[in-house]
């Protein structure tokens, strides 16, 4: 057991070596001070140097102790908190003896070292996916978000992100436990000062606890944050490994699977179904008012355009399985008809016999084909959704340039889409999906829509890209051209219909997924526009009991879906 000894500033401490035998071990800031107290410079420079590692020992604890775990919340008067843990800390360094002092402080210091990482990891996922991280289900997602840096800052920016990120989460684990270990080393020098400094924090927590007081909304002074962090992944890990069994029962019901060949989509039967997924559009793009001006404009006068075409559109709202990224898990979820929020349902989704919209459209004689231009390696899930062909950045053949993320502008996918699939004579009705990119973060590279007859192999493109490596907008512009981009792909949709629809197209388009907070702000729903495009008036008559609203712009009173159910509402409106 460790005994203080009251000397004057208790400057020796008496603790139990490793091998058991008592030691004095002198006080760390007389150390410093040396024999020399008087003071001397080199005495002070010491003396003033321990108390700032003491300072910043502490300040590194009190910052892991009352950090809010949501992006949002992370404001100035979020950190005037009174932390629980920290409280309950001193008392228990006070009541602990000898070596296990310090094994307890050790192993605090490094617990609470790996909540400040999970808190970091909830932050991140927070601002750009709306959630925090799933530590069941998340870790292959680490790969995508690789990839990204890859894509917008090239291998060496990902490489060394990578890096970075693996020397900082030992670093804070092992600060964290020598900074609690150096404040548990204070605490005992000075146990009487501490102890009435925790029993009026105590106090303070209990009335403000009681009384619910908050600075910032959603941030109770009385923090007990990285108590609740630890509870709340706990509880979604149990949640997480039950979520396979809760899938499972959820993909054994399908009222379409046993529908015979003939009865699926008649509605359709020689029909072009071109189903776009534009990137990032999201309900914010229509309503926000930073956004809606400009974004509405737009789709109001496409929808003039198309009307002068001689075709027609509705649209309305899909709940997203999503929010901020990954697209896939929409295009699953809307494609399949199961509700497909994570990696791990995606997995059990492609190793599945599932009817989806695109087997579906085979089975009724359409040949199906995807284009992908964001793919950029073997794409095994392809053969789970039926495709007969598969374009993606290997095979698409563009010749110009990159505009940041997206490997080629919209305008020059759908354009091969119409010269290599649609422009062919004597041949079978398409089902062609696709993933419009250009509006893809970080938005750095903009493209212009060219005629039709002058894309060719998108070297007309060149000179507009600024490579995978454009650097992203800068402050305010982000969202400036975050819009730019939804009216860029919209714009294209539209003068691809004018352009090129006909009694035989059908046009399906719909965002997969809200942007990130950083541009929706916070508090947006995951909802996004769905709009159907057709010269058909038959077409439309179908889905005239979805009570959907006339024109590419949605109501702020139209229907919302969730996006799962879209799959069978559009099996039965067509079957």
Not at 345 to 356: A, E, F, K, M
Request: aromatic residues 8%; charged residues 20%; contains cysteine.
């Amino acid at each position: 057991m460790g005994v203080a000894f009251a000397a004057g500033d208790r400057a020796w401490e008496d603790e139990l070596t490793t091998d058991s035998r008592a030691e004095r071990v002198k006080d760390e800031d007389a150390q410093a001070a040396g024999p020399d107290a008087g003071g001397t410079g080199t005495t002070r420079r010491r003396r003033a140097a321990a108390r700032a590692l003491t300072g910043a020992a502490f300040l590194l604890v009190l910052v892991a102790l009352i950090t809010p775990d949501e992006y949002a919340l992370l404001t100035p008067g979020a950190f005037a908190r009174v932390p629980i843990e920290g409280v309950l800390g001193v008392a228990l360094i006070l009541v602990v003896r000898g070596r296990a002092r310090r094994y307890a402080a050790v192993t605090a210091g490094a617990v609470l070292g790996l909540l400040f990482v999970l808190k970091a990891m909830d932050i991140g996922f927070d601002a750009v996916l709306v959630r925090p991280f799933d530590l069941v289900l998340d870790w292959p997602l680490l790969r995508p978000a690789v990839e990204f840096v890859s894509e917008s800052a090239g291998r060496a920016g990902a490489i060394a992100a990578v890096l970075l990120t693996a020397v900082l989460t030992v670093g804070v684990i092992a600060l964290m436990s020598l900074s609690v270990l150096r404040l548990s080393r204070v605490v005992v020098r000075h146990d009487r000062a501490a102890a009435r400094a925790a029993a009026v924090l105590g106090t303070v927590w209990v009335v403000c606890a009681a009384l619910g007081a908050q600075f910032v909304d959603g941030v109770p002074v009385a923090s007990r944050s990285a108590a609740a962090l630890a509870y709340d992944h706990a509880r979604a890990v149990r949640t997480s490994l039950d979520d396979r069994e809760e899938f499972a029962k959820a993909a054994a019901v399908d009222r379409f699977r046993d529908t015979p060949d003939g009865k699926l989509l008649a509605g359709l039967r020689g029909k072009d179904v071109v189903l776009a997924f534009v990137e990032s559009y999201g309900r914010s793009a229509v309503e926000s008012p930073q956004y809606a001006p400009s974004v509405d404009a737009v789709l109001d006068q496409g929808s003039e355009r198309l009307r002068r075409a001689g075709l027609a559109s509705r649209s309305g709202w899909l709940t997203s399985s999503t929010a901020g990224g990954g697209s896939w898990l929409a295009h699953a979820t809307l494609l399949s008809g199961l509700w497909v929020d994570n990696q791990q349902r995606y997995r059990t989704l492609v190793n599945s016999d599932r009817l989806t919209l695109n087997t579906a459209f085979r089975r009724a004689d359409a040949r199906t084909v995807a284009l992908m231009p964001a793919i950029t390696r073997a794409w095994p899930e392809g053969a789970f959704y039926g495709y007969d062909k598969v374009y993606d950045d290997r095979n698409l053949g563009y010749r110009g340039p990159r505009f940041s993320f997206a490997t080629m502008p919209d305008q020059y996918t759908l354009s091969t889409l119409q010269r290599t699939e649609l422009a062919r004579k004597d041949r079978a009705p398409v089902m062609a999906e696709t993933a419009l990119v250009s509006s893809h973060a970080p938005w750095a590279s903009i493209p212009r829509l060219v005629p039709w007859d002058e894309v060719g192999d998108g070297s007309v493109f060149t000179g507009m890209g600024k490579g995978y490596d454009a650097p992203w907008p800068a402050g305010g512009r982000i969202r400036t051209e975050y819009r730019k981009s939804i009216e860029y792909t919209l714009n294209t949709l539209v003068s691809y219909m004018e352009t090129y629809g006909g009694d035989r197209t059908v046009l399906v388009f719909l965002g997969d997924h809200q942007p990130a907070p950083l541009i929706t702000g916070p508090g947006a729903s995951r909802d996004v526009p769905i709009t159907i495009v057709a010269k058909d008036k038959a077409v439309l008559d179908r889905i005239s009991g979805w009570n959907w609203q006339d024109g590419l712009r949605p109501g702020k009173d139209t229907p919302v879906w969730p996006m799962s159910a879209f799959r069978d509402r559009f099996l039965t409106a067509f079957g």
